[in-house]
């Protein structure tokens, strides 16, 4: 069973549909005592870091996440849920969670004198690095995902960097670090490659081929 963490932070809703129609075998819950017993989880997020990291002490799903990193449970970072696993973002000067060394830092300054918006909306492809992800197995190379951030993630150990994507430079938007993967992106607003990501991580036997309603 996947276990998708709500913390009054994430795109919970999208992430439900996606999984709904892949038939994967999943439990919603604000609750960490809810999801104690589930093999996977999915850890989404839209919004703010600071407000985000109070949501996740004030429901115990701050050290939930941290034992469950810790005894090896995979885990699906998205988005929100992917920065706030590093150690600190710049976005209001917030210390994150700490399961993988590294900060999340705001676009340059003169990314606007490039013509080029903050946040970073829209459609990107990946660029593999060290190997690519396994969650990523089926996706055809040229596949575009769906993006919208204004800070991104700087992990520590580059050998950690699954993915980048070019926007006005390299943006690392993919990391894996032991069992957990995480993606800037959302797969589950991506289409067919996108479910594909989920049906990877879930091995859920349904249909990744198709969008959900």
């Known amino acids: ?9 994430g795109n919970i809703r999208s992430v439900e549909r996606a999984l709904a129609f892949l038939g994967a075998d999943y439990r919603v819950s604000r609750r960490p005592q809810d ?12 919004g703010e870091a600071k407000f985000a990291m109070g949501e996740l002490r004030t429901t115990g799903f701050d050290s939930f996440l941290r034992d469950r990193f810790q005894a090896g449970t995979p885990i699906l970072g998205i988005c929100l849920g992917t ?11 917030t210390p994150c969670l700490g399961l993988v060394p590294g900060a ?11 013509g080029l918006k903050v946040p970073h909306m829209g459609w990107n492809s990946l660029i593999p690095r060290n190997g690519g992800s396994p969650l ?24 950690s960097v699954t993915a980048v994507t070019e926007y006005g430079m390299p943006v690392p938007c993919g990391v894996r670090y032991g069992t957990l993967e995480a993606f800037q992106f959302h797969p589950e607003k ?3 490659p996108g479910l594909r990501i989920l049906a990877n991580f879930t091995g859920a036997a349904g249909r990744p081929g198709g969008t959900p309603c």
Request: overall charge negative; charged content about 25%.
């Open 1 to 9: 069973m996947t276990g998708i963490i709500d913390y009054n932070a």
């Open 136 to 159: 990523l197995a089926g996706v055809s190379p040229d596949s575009d995902f769906y993006f919208v951030h204004s800070y991104y993630i700087d992990p520590s150990e580059a050998s």
């Open 35 to 46: 999801l104690e017993g589930a093999d996977r989880l999915i850890f989404p997020g839209v």
């Open 190 to 192: 991506s289409g067919s």
């Open 83 to 93: 920065q706030i696993i590093f150690d600190y973002s710049e976005e209001s000067d």
């Open 104 to 114: 999340v830092r705001r676009f340059p300054e003169d990314f606007r004198r490039q």
